[in-house]
């Protein structure tokens, strides 16, 4: 039961082009969303992320928008650059009264931006 | 160091040997969170903690996995008679818990090979 999904598991963009990455998930509980980036060898590295009661956080080249209603939310990225080569997940968490982050995460999208 | 620290880095081990992999988070985080990656996928999530107490467990495979985290900080992950399924990178991340919304601080991960 994968409840966060990433359906494309690579994209290639051209240096300056905008890259968006995409995320569906299945769980209505889940009220806060992340991004992360991860280099090869490496762990995830926190990049943005957005809570449910809004639709858009942006932060530098980087903005994440979501779509409560379609259960759907993407990442812009623009400029992209070659340093933006990586994999790039997707999270969710909600609906845990424990006062915790249980974080789901999806399988990734591997992103090359060609110089 | 600023960040968090996982040893070893890489581990191979025989099926049926015990194996033991270490985290040191971030200093002041409380909460600590550990992670099974296995090939292709995105974490999933196996326990976490707030200081000592181990507050969920409920993505440990088997009760061949124990996790402690005995003074609050450091935390060890041990697997019992490793099996060839138990391969994978297993990360550990941390973050602070003064607000619930908060994003993880992850480590690199130590790779485990079960032969």
């Known amino acids: 039961d994968q409840q966060v999904k990433q359906n494309s598991p690579s994209l290639s963009v051209q240096e300056g082009r905008i890259s968006i990455l995409n995320c569906d998930y299945t769980?209505?509980?889940?009220?806060?969303f992340l991004w992360y980036k991860k280099y090869p060898a490496e762990g995830p590295t926190f990049l943005i992320s957005i809570s449910s009661i809004k639709d858009k956080n942006e932060d530098g080249r980087f903005t994440v928008f979501l779509n409560k209603s379609a259960k759907h939310l993407s990442l812009h990225i623009v400029p992209s650059q070659p340093g933006d080569s990586a994999v790039y997940f997707c999270?969710?968490?909600?609906?845990?009264?424990?006062?915790?982050?249980?974080?789901?995460f999806g399988t990734g999208t591997k992103l090359q931006v060609i110089p | 160091g600023a960040g968090v620290s996982q040893s070893p880095r890489y581990k191979v081990a025989k099926r049926g040997q015990d194996v033991a992999l270490r985290c040191d988070p971030i200093s002041g985080h409380v909460s600590l969170f550990w992670y099974q990656q296995a090939l292709g996928q995105g974490p999933e999530f196996l326990t976490y903690f707030q200081n000592e107490a181990q507050l969920d467990k409920s993505g440990l495979p088997s009760d061949r996995f124990f996790a402690e985290r005995p003074e609050g900080s450091v935390s060890t992950l041990k697997i019992q008679r490793t099996q060839q399924e138990d391969s994978a990178v297993y990360l550990c991340a941390s973050s602070l818990v003064d607000r619930l919304y908060r994003p993880q601080h992850f480590g690199d991960g130590t790779r485990l090979s079960i032969l």
């Open positions: 999270a969710a968490s909600g609906g845990n009264s424990g006062g915790y982050q249980k974080v789901t």
């Open positions: 769980n209505s509980m889940f009220d806060y």
